[in-house]
């Protein structure tokens, strides 16, 4: 026998799903409740609906020399370019970057020059982030592991693709048919 590395995101790839014929569903996810109405409490206590949720980094950061690095995926949009499109968003922000850098908060804060709810520490827990996800409007963030777990609850979001795009986010559309419903914004 001969061993292969692969990514596991690459899975569907490599078992032969090259149409929308062959991808099943997601993996339906549970939301647990009590979770959704302890976050609810808290998010309508910190400000008004509509609730959008943003994550400007996805991945790990490639650092010059790191062995393997080709084989890791690394989104990131500036936080300051992500804040100043929720700037005029209506109802309430909430970062939910996994383990964000202070600078990169500091970043965001100052470009959006309005109060957001920090749930970053909700990445830690998948019960959590699950009910967290649950309870928001819209989301828009690079391509991360929220983007499968919004899918995995039914939800959809507003992904920010790089150039190039990893496959599952395809050369070009507005759509992935792994992520239906989720609209693709590509990098020029």
């Known amino acids: 026998t001969q061993e292969y590395d692969c990514l596991v995101g690459d899975l569907p790839w490599v078992a032969g799903m090259r149409s929308d014929a062959d991808i099943p569903p997601p993996v339906p996810l549970v939301v647990d409740a009590e979770r959704v109405g302890v976050l609810r409490k808290q998010l309508s206590a910190f400000g008004p609906p509509p609730y959008l949720g943003v994550t400007w980094q996805g991945g790990r950061e490639k650092k010059p020399g790191q062995k393997d690095a080709w084989r890791m995926l690394h989104k990131e949009i500036s936080p300051a370019e992500l804040a100043e499109l929720a700037r005029d968003w209506p109802g309430t922000v909430?970062?939910?970057?996994?383990?964000?850098?202070?600078?990169?908060?500091?970043?965001?804060?100052?470009?959006?020059?309005?109060?957001?709810?920090?749930?970053?520490?909700?990445?830690?827990?998948?019960?959590?982030?699950?009910?967290?996800?649950?309870?928001?409007?819209?989301?828009?963030?690079?391509?991360?592991?929220?983007?499968?777990?919004l899918a995995g609850i039914g939800k959809t979001a507003r992904v920010l693709v790089p150039h190039p795009a990893d496959w599952r986010w395809m050369v070009e559309g507005d759509e992935s048919p792994w992520f239906p419903g989720f609209a693709v914004y590509r990098q020029t």
Do not use: C, I
Request: hydrophobic share 45%; no cysteine; glycine share 6%.
């Open 94 to 149: 909430v970062v939910m970057q996994r383990a964000p850098k202070p600078a990169d908060l500091e970043l965001f804060a100052e470009t959006l020059g309005r109060p957001w709810l920090d749930w970053s520490a909700l990445n830690d827990s998948l019960p959590e982030v699950l009910a967290g996800l649950s309870l928001l409007d819209e989301y828009v963030g690079v391509s991360n592991t929220n983007m499968h777990l």
